[in-house]
């Protein structure tokens, strides 16, 4: 069964930085990459990344957010820099080939 284990949330100021890892269990995954949802908004796309190592941000987070994966870990992370109180949310990795995994997410707090 796939398991996917996220860590590196918390609490940070504006302006400050995170690092969010994902490990998943099982197969290489085609994609992987992170959803974010905020109190009250819906799930919203923050960066996904291919096995292939193409990449895909949120307009939101471009030149801020990093998406990267090790392969040989089955691991994808987010470097989120210049955080903004926006950004405050549940952070949730996904990882897909045929059907999509999810994790049970982690929480984002920047205050201002």
């Known amino acids: 069964q796939v398991q996917l284990g996220e860590s590196g949330g918390g609490l940070v100021q504006a302006g400050g930085s995170l690092r969010l890892s994902c490990a998943a269990s099982g197969s290489i995954f085609n994609a992987m990459g992170w959803y974010r949802q905020a109190p009250g908004k819906q799930r919203e796309l923050v960066a996904s990344i291919r096995a292939t190592g193409s990449t895909n941000y949120a307009d939101s987070v471009k030149a801020r957010f990093t998406i990267s994966r090790d392969n040989a870990k089955n691991t994808v992370y987010l470097q989120m820099n210049s955080l903004k109180p926006e950004d405050t949310a549940v952070y949730y990795c996904?990882?897909?080939?045929?059907?999509?995994?999810w994790g049970k997410g982690t929480l984002v707090t920047v205050s201002s």
């Open positions: 996904y990882a897909s080939n045929a059907r999509v995994y």
